[in-house]
């Protein structure tokens, strides 16, 4: 997020999480924590791969992000992010949840 926050244009703009105000138009947060999500526009919710190429988008190397999409590619692509984005949650947060109960 970092990277993407450097590297955006004013298309985009990033919200921390941690910080927003409660919003019952938006998913809750620990779905927001889970897999990045991003709404279009149009209002539309997109979240993981999809939300991925659509947020890079807004940067000048945005197309090197389209592939993850193609047909052939994209279902094995959602089965790594989702791996990868439970491995993240589960080493940001849950350790955090139980450090916090003892």
Known sequence: MDRLGRMKNEGLELIDIHAMEPDPDLPAPDSLL???????SGGLFLKGVDANVAAWSFTRIGPLFKWMQWPIIAPVFNIFY????????DRLYSQTCSARET
């Open 82 to 89: 989702t791996r990868w984005a439970r491995w993240r949650y």
């Open 34 to 40: 889970r897999v990045l999500h991003l709404r279009t």
